[in-house]
Nanobody
Framework: VQLQASGGGLVQPGGSLRLSCVGS????????MGWYRQAPGKQRELVAF???????RYDSSIEGRFAISGDNANNAVHLQMNDLKPEDTATYYC?????????WGQGTQVTVSS
């Protein structure tokens, strides 16, 4: 099982990015999936998740700015990030929301800086 996150980069405050996570060896649609992030020196935290039925929940720090969506056709889950702030700087990962986690992989780096 592999979860490959991509789409990160360097963006100015107020900018946008769209992250994607593609699964191999796994059917993402069979799982509730979450996007997590880890900033330097901090613990990994959940920022958003989507259930199998498409219900979504967001951490209060990103609610209204980020949107998680499933993409069954491409076996992927996406995170649209708008109005990015410097405090959103972190490595972003996707993984299962419930239960045991798959290998985290390398994630994708998001840096918000002017």
């Amino acid at each position: 099982v592999q979860l490959q996150a991509s789409g990160g980069g360097l963006v100015q405050p107020g900018g946008s990015l769209r992250l994607s996570c593609v699964g191999s060896g796994i059917s993402i649609s069979m799982f509730a999936m979450g996007w997590y992030r880890q900033a330097p020196g901090k613990q990994r935290e959940l920022v958003a998740f989507i259930t199998r039925s498409g219900a979504t929940r967001y951490d209060s720090s990103i609610e209204g700015r980020f949107a998680i969506s499933g993409d069954n056709a491409n076996n992927a889950v996406h995170l649209q990030m708008n109005d990015l702030k410097p405090e959103d700087t972190a490595t972003y990962y996707c993984n299962a929301y419930y239960g045991a986690k798959f290998d985290w992989g390398q994630g994708t780096q998001v840096t918000v800086s002017s």
